[in-house]
């Protein structure tokens, strides 16, 4: 059990050294660690018969604001609070405004993406079931071989594959965001 403990935690600092610099990766490597597996297993509770977690647009939002406040108490810290505001007029000062926006714009971009696809997968996964349920009730076949045997491709994809994929591009585009507010 140790082992496979180990095995995590050395994991979340590769991942994290991949795209910050290694004393940001050895700061970060818990929140990014836990940002990981807590949107996989909530990602892939659709597994196990339940509405996966992230497909409520409340966590897939609780998720990008914290990731937000990571992001800007990361440029502050980094840069002080002149600094920060200073970096929103750079390379012009007319741009404040357009810089504020795109920073403002980026928790929502972060929830939707992951809630969108999530939840387009469990929709996706729905009509499927429905379909093959009205072609086994039409054929009047009393074993619903349709509903168990094509499915399996399609379940494979949106319970196991999606939820890693969206997972990790959450994380990844979470980490490539803190590393930009970490440049001086």
């Known amino acids: 059990l140790q082992l496979v403990a180990e095995l995590i935690v050395d994991g979340m600092y590769k991942l994290t050294a991949t795209i910050m610099d290694k004393k940001n990766a050895e700061t970060y490597a818990p929140y990014i660690g836990t940002l990981l597996i807590f ?13 996966p977690v992230t497909a409520d647009v409340n ?35 007319f741009i404040f405004p357009i810089m504020v926006i795109k920073d403002l714009s980026l928790p929502v971009s972060l929830a939707f993406r992951l809630f969108g696809n999530i939840t387009g997968g469990m929709i996706i996964m729905a009509f499927v079931f429905k379909a093959l349920h009205a072609i086994t009730n039409a054929l009047n076949i009393g074993i619903p071989f349709f509903q168990f045997m094509i499915p399996l491709p399609l379940n494979l994809f949106f319970d196991v594959f999606e939820p890693l994929l969206q997972a990790f591009i959450f994380t990844t585009l979470t980490m490539a965001f803190v590393s930009m507010a970490l440049v001086t």
């Open 39 to 51: 949107t996989i297993l909530a990602n892939a509770t659709g597994l196990f018969g339940f509405r």
């Open 59 to 93: 966590t897939a939002f609780a998720l990008s604001i914290t990731t937000f406040l990571v992001i800007q108490g990361s440029s502050i810290k980094n840069r002080g609070i002149k600094g920060h505001l200073k970096h929103y007029a750079e390379p012009y000062p």
